[in-house]
């Protein structure tokens, strides 16, 4: 199954240069990024498109929200580590976001 | 503002007998429970439900959201601790999951 290959190290490191706002761990197991909106409902707002996305995707974010503010952690559990699916969760999270 | 005050040890430990599956946080200022639902779509049709209960009351959750299981966070932050705003959110909370 290659499309659940973990990306690269080389390849992380530029994904990550490619996503504004988004860090690796320091375990190289994950992304995540902190969105910040006006209020509750912009945050909610936001995770209920994400939340449509990730479902057609079958591919869940980790997300904490709280207020205006929505955590999120992308990493694929049956790889143990981040894959294109979650390069593209996080950017279609930056699509709408804006 | 007697609304914001909040509830004694007495009142809490009532409070929590009286909610299945809550748990009041080691340093008695909050309360949370860990939903998990049949999956990804039933958890966050449940969220949804819950934030338009939520902004009505303008009082809010933290969250947390890892496919099928939500785990909730309530405490009001101006009081520093569990107020009547967590109990009535806790228990629509319980009336939505079901």
Redesign the interface.
């Known amino acids: 199954m290659p499309r659940l290959q973990i990306l690269t190290p080389e390849n992380l490191e530029s994904v990550v240069r490619n996503l504004p706002g988004w860090n690796l761990a320091a375990n190289g197991k994950s992304i995540s990024k902190i969105y910040k909106f006006k209020d ?2 912009a945050a ?1 707002g936001f ?2 498109r994400v ?1 449509q996305v ?2 057609k995707m079958d591919h ?8 205006n503010r929505v955590e999120v952690t992308l990493s694929t559990h049956d790889a143990r580590g981040v894959t294109e699916f979650d390069v593209k969760l996080a950017s279609e999270m930056e699509r709408l976001a804006r």
């Open positions: 509750f409902n909610f995770m209920t939340a990730a479902e869940h974010p980790e997300w904490l929200n709280v207020y």
